[in-house]
């Protein structure tokens, strides 16, 4: 069974930063591609990275291009999201998600249908 299991999250001020963490297992890691997603309370799921199984391609909302940076290591089984200069904007729990299937390419990245499997997810808050 394919699990994945977020960790991280917490209440940072404006201009913060915060480093999330995605552990994955039940799986080979580096068959899948990965990606970052949130969502706020009453509102869908918004995409905010994506990441190759091998971590050459990486793409990123407009939102957070610049201020957030996604990576992996396969030898881990983990995937991170390094965020910066973080905003109240930014507040959201924060979800990993991850596809094998052929039909999970770049460019379908932004779309939750593209993703079978998640994690819980983990809250982040950010104050003015």
């Known amino acids: 069974q394919i699990f994945l299991a977020e960790s991280g999250g917490g209440s940072v001020q404006t201009g913060g930063s915060l480093r999330l963490s995605c552990i994955g297992s039940?799986?080979?890691?580096?068959?899948?591609?990965m990606a970052w997603f949130r969502q706020v309370p009453g509102k869908g799921r918004e995409a905010v990275a994506y990441i190759s199984r091998t971590g050459k391609v990486v793409d990123y909302a407009d939102s957070v291009r610049g201020r957030f940076t996604v990576s992996r290591d396969n030898t881990v089984m983990t995937m991170y999201l390094q965020m910066n200069s973080l905003n109240p904007e930014d507040t959201a729990i924060y979800y990993c998600?991850?596809?094998?299937?052929?039909?999970?390419?770049?460019?379908?990245?932004?779309?939750?249908?593209?993703?079978?499997?998640w994690g819980q997810g983990t809250l982040v808050t950010v104050s003015p």
């Open positions: 039940g799986y080979r890691f580096s068959d899948n591609v």
């Open positions: 998600a991850t596809d094998s299937r052929p039909r999970a390419t770049h460019a379908r990245w932004y779309l939750a249908e593209t993703y079978e499997t």
